[in-house]
């Protein structure tokens, strides 16, 4: 029997969608706070994204969006909301907003960081091209804006072979990901 048929309530609704992962003591301190979340949402026209790595009340009982870093910014770029939530680190929420200027991108804890992203910064990059002129730059995704706006393109996991393939050149300069770079040099 579906959601729908069995006339849950909205907070019944998310209580057994979340309730294999939070425990029910747990649930009672998290049941209002998402009920409020789930509400404002609605009021102010704003959907929340949630990285993999978030908390199951967040994950599953409020966010509108679950997925890996890219793919949030992916469906952030499709939603008709105005405002995006990211319940993730900072290039997370520096990606969306890339992926949709016109709407406004909240980070809701600023010290989110991620330690890849955090290691090489835009004027890293600058330094590295002057060192290395000519030497096209591969950037993870998963790197801080400035460092994407220096950088000749960016990869994906999932894609880094085929970029620096298609780069047709012998050397480039891969970051800030060292084991990610080194496989790439294996495959090439």
């Not at 309530?9 to 009672?28: G, M, R």
């Not at 959907?47 to 793919?71: C, F, K, W």
């Not at 997370?92 to 989110?112: N, S």
């Not at 910064?121 to 000519?134: A, I, R, W």
């Amino acid at each position: 029997m579906s959601i729908q048929q069995q006339n849950l309530s909205p907070a019944q609704e998310i209580y057994k969608k979340i309730s294999k992962f939070v425990p029910e003591a747990e649930w009672k301190i998290h049941a209002p706070l998402i009920e409020r979340i789930n509400k404002i949402k609605k009021e102010k026209n704003a959907i929340i994204l949630a990285h993999n790595y978030q908390t199951p009340e967040i994950y599953h009982g409020v966010a509108d969006i679950s997925a890996d870093s890219l793919a949030l910014a992916i469906e952030a770029s499709k939603t008709k909301a105005e405002k995006i939530i990211m319940c993730g680190v900072h290039f997370m929420a520096e990606t969306a907003k890339l992926m949709c200027p016109e709407k406004k991108v909240f980070l809701p804890d600023m010290q989110a960081g991620c330690s890849l992203s955090n290691s090489i910064t835009g004027e890293d990059v600058k330094l590295l091209k002057q060192k290395f002129p000519g030497v096209p730059v591969v950037s993870y995704v998963n790197t801080s804006a400035d460092v994407k706006a220096e950088t000749d393109v960016c990869c994906t996991s999932a894609n880094a072979v085929k970029v620096v393939e298609s780069l047709n050149v012998d050397k480039v300069i891969f970051l800030p990901d060292q084991y990610l770079a080194d496989y790439v040099a294996k495959k090439n």
